[in-house]
């Protein structure tokens, strides 16, 4: 399969000025099936949320352990017998309470393996310093005119 010719009809400096853009191609009846929107210039930004304590670590691993849990007991409830097993209700209850006592072991395991080595919480994310919307040689120029239409965001 060959790699269809594209040209970059718009820069921008943020993803939803880019969405918009493609957008606003849609409203007005241009063909987008073939549209690309690219970012360029990678990052990935790690944001610290906090400080980590054995605290904050068995609460964490307290909410996900307890999570799973519930995911088990919910498909040991599907598949019990409801004349010799436990009700429904016990299971789930059952499976939240041991998921949340594992959740809290592991994860102060977790956290005292790291010998104070990574005492922070954080959320990283990918991020671009530019996009470049791109379309197929046939529709580049109706696509551009099109552009040039575009009011600019306030």
């Given at each position: 399969?060959?790699?269809?010719?594209?040209?970059?009809?718009?820069?921008?400096?943020?993803?939803?000025?880019?969405?918009?853009?493609?957008?606003?191609?849609?409203?007005?009846?241009?063909?987008?099936?073939?549209?690309?929107?690219?970012?360029?210039?990678?990052?990935?930004?790690?944001?610290?949320?906090?400080?980590?304590?054995?605290?904050?670590?068995?609460?964490?691993?307290?909410?996900?352990?307890?999570?799973?849990?519930?995911?088990?007991?919910?498909?040991?409830?599907?598949?019990?017998?409801?004349?010799?097993?436990?009700?429904?209700?016990?299971?789930?209850?059952?499976?939240?309470?041991?998921?949340?006592?594992?959740?809290?072991?592991?994860?102060?395991?977790?956290?005292?393996?790291?010998?104070?080595?990574?005492?922070?919480?954080s959320r990283s994310k990918m991020e671009a310093?530019?996009?470049?919307?791109?379309?197929?040689?046939?529709?580049?120029?109706?696509?551009?005119?099109?552009?040039?239409?575009?009011?600019?965001?306030?």
């Amino acid at each position: 399969m060959t790699e269809i010719e594209r040209i970059v009809i718009r820069e921008c400096v943020s993803y939803k000025e880019a969405q918009q853009a493609v957008d606003f191609l849609s409203d007005h009846e241009i063909e987008v099936s073939g549209i690309q929107i690219v970012g360029t210039g990678l990052r990935m930004v790690e944001t610290v949320t906090g400080r980590m304590s054995y605290g904050r670590a068995a609460g964490a691993g307290m909410v996900s352990g307890a999570w799973f849990g519930l995911l088990v007991g919910m498909l040991l409830g599907l598949f019990a017998n409801p004349d010799q097993d436990p009700s429904w209700t016990t299971l789930l209850l059952l499976g939240v309470l041991w998921g949340a006592m594992f959740g809290i072991v592991y994860g102060l395991i977790v956290h005292a393996a790291t010998r104070g080595r990574r005492d922070f919480s954080s959320r990283s994310k990918m991020e671009a310093s530019q996009y470049e919307v791109t379309c197929p040689v046939p529709v580049s120029g109706k696509a551009r005119q099109k552009l040039a239409e575009m009011p600019t965001a306030t």
